[in-house]
């Protein structure tokens, strides 16, 4: 039998890691010490009590059936209640929340309900994969958005023109970013509501870092804008917040016609959220304000260690105001793929490649903060030997 990929498939974007992929492999075959920031995966273990939670959620066995597809009202209302708590923002339970199997597979499905063969959806480059791939599976075509350093890593609405934004049915945007670690402003929200609502596009806005953040900033819900609710949703997620990166659990939250819409999708394709993960969902949005302190506390340690570090040894990042990235210019002759390369091979560190999320990414890597302050000293020590002598 011979095997023939859908078109589908070969229009993905190439994958560019696999040479690092197996660099890195070799490496760890060679027992070399190697210090991981390359994947964006809390590496803490998920708090106490929401571990407790699923222990006695996963004794009864009332859970082990198939989920309700819309999730526990239970789980519903405690995401309406921390989105009101959090961000001020009123959410009917019962038809602008929906639970899903962490926000990858939302933003993933998201074009399925909504795109047509041959319409276009509006993508930050560099960004999250899930965008583009997601945009593809449903016929439809990626038309980039540059996030530039000149413009704060923000896209720039007044440069897509007239024609464009009619071809235009959907745009995803992301702050905190990933992979720049890049924060917006009320002005560029309500920017995006105007453009969208002239243009008649709906926002999927994905919110993922709103809860990693330092120096007292507080990143706000595209949904605070005015009228936001009239042209998009917003995808949110457990996973970064709360170290629950395995578990799946997160929601898109706003536009009711579009959820419903969502929410067909996945009534077709899924069967919810294992329902002792809902009830230990429910607990970890309890507290919240709690488990963000702690986190936020390690994280701002580790971020002052690495960006100052890497400054004080000659390099010219910034630090970041949100998110466990840094997002770090290359120097000399480097690209962004040689730079990755030889931090492996020179200096045993991973990193990504900014090109790997768009090819607006060249000239950058990016640093997931994703070990103790400990390992980022010794990463630290290595560049500056290695790179700034
Ligand atoms: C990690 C991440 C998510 C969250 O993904 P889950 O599927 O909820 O685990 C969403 N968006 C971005 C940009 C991310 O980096």
Redesign the pocket.
Known sequence: MKVDYAERLKQLPPYLFEEIDKAKQKAINEGRPIIDLGV?DPDTPTPDIIIKKLQEAVQDPSTHQYALNRGLSALREEMAVWYKKRFGIDLDPATEVLP?L????G?AHVPLAFINPGDEVLIPDPG?PPYTSGTIFAGGKAHFMPLLKENNFLPDLDAIDKDTAKRCKLMHL?YPN?PTGAVCDKAFYEKAVKFARENNIMICS?A??TEMSFDGYRPMSFLEIDRAKEVGIE?H????TFNM?GW?V?MAVGNAEMLNGLGKVKANIDSGIFTAVQIAAIEALKHADQVKETMNKIYTERRNVLAEGLKEAGWDVKAPLATFYLWAPVFGNYDSFSLAKDMLEKADIIVTPGNGFGKSGEGYIRMAMTVGPKQLKEAVARIKKVFFK
């Open positions: 964006g899903l962490g926000s990858k597979e933003i999250y992301n990933n994905d993922a870092y995808f997620s457990l996973s970064k990166t799946r997160g």
